[in-house]
């Protein structure tokens, strides 16, 4: 197994903002795609953004555009999630997930995950 | 509305094969290979194949296919401790993300 574990996940009210972390260790981050999913309560697994090894492209799920940023510090062997303008419908369980070598766009090893409640 | 599509549900006893589906299009499935994930009650989810490849500690009763627009997910002498959901995944061109089925249900009767 390679960890991943994720940190910040809180109860926030409508409108404020989050800041969720996962760090990596065991593996040579700077080599992989890193990628957040969620699952809402109840609900399947979303996509939620992802980014490139070395931060250069970020790729979003419509529904966060323009509130959501995720950054990497990979001197740190950590990935980020800053979540601003947080709605009601933004709560669930946060999950961080590494790609793999050989395949675009898949995760390969998955996060414990962090619990995001937006509620007033 | 998710845009892979996967069975609500399948179900099957110990010992059986069961296929799972997912189904997609040119700009997804038809591009790129597909991630199978397992999902056992609400818990952190589990890579059990990666394209054709099995991660280490995968029992090589599941394998993984792909034809056109189509994923399949085969497990073949199914164990108890295979009941959980399954959702597929690949990349998608035309939208610029990643995309998820909405996830098959496996109960082992």
């Known amino acids: 197994e390679v960890p991943l574990v994720e940190s910040g996940g809180d109860l926030v009210q409508p409108g404020g903002s989050l800041r969720l972390s996962c760090a990596g260790s065991g593996f040579t981050f700077t080599s992989y795609w890193m990628t957040w999913v969620r699952q809402a309560p109840g609900r399947g697994l979303e996509w939620v953004a992802s980014i490139k090894e070395d931060g250069s492209d970020k790729y979003y799920v419509d529904s966060v555009k323009g509130r959501f940023t995720i950054s990497r510090d990979n001197t740190k062997n950590s990935l980020y999630l800053q979540m601003n303008s947080l709605r009601v419908e933004d709560t669930a369980v946060y999950y961080c997930?590494?790609?793999?070598?050989?395949?675009?766009?898949?995760?390969?090893?998955w996060g414990q995950g962090t619990l995001v409640i937006v509620s007033s | 509305q998710s845009a892979l599509t996967q069975e609500a549900s399948v179900s099957g006893t110990v010992g059986q094969k069961v296929t799972l589906s997912c189904s997609g299009n040119s700009n997804n499935i038809g591009s790129y290979a597909v991630g199978w994930y397992q999902q056992i009650s609400h818990g952190a989810p589990k890579t059990v194949m990666f394209?054709?490849s099995l991660p280490s500690g995968i029992p090589d009763r599941f394998s993984a296919s792909q034809s056109g627009t189509t994923a399949s997910l085969t497990i073949s002498g199914l164990q108890p401790e295979d009941e959980a959901d399954y959702y597929c995944s690949t990349w998608d061109y035309s939208l610029s993300a990643q995309v998820f089925g909405g996830g098959t249900k496996l109960t082992v009767l």
């Open positions: 394209g054709n």
């Open positions: 997930a590494r790609g793999t070598l050989t395949i675009f766009g898949v995760a390969l090893y």
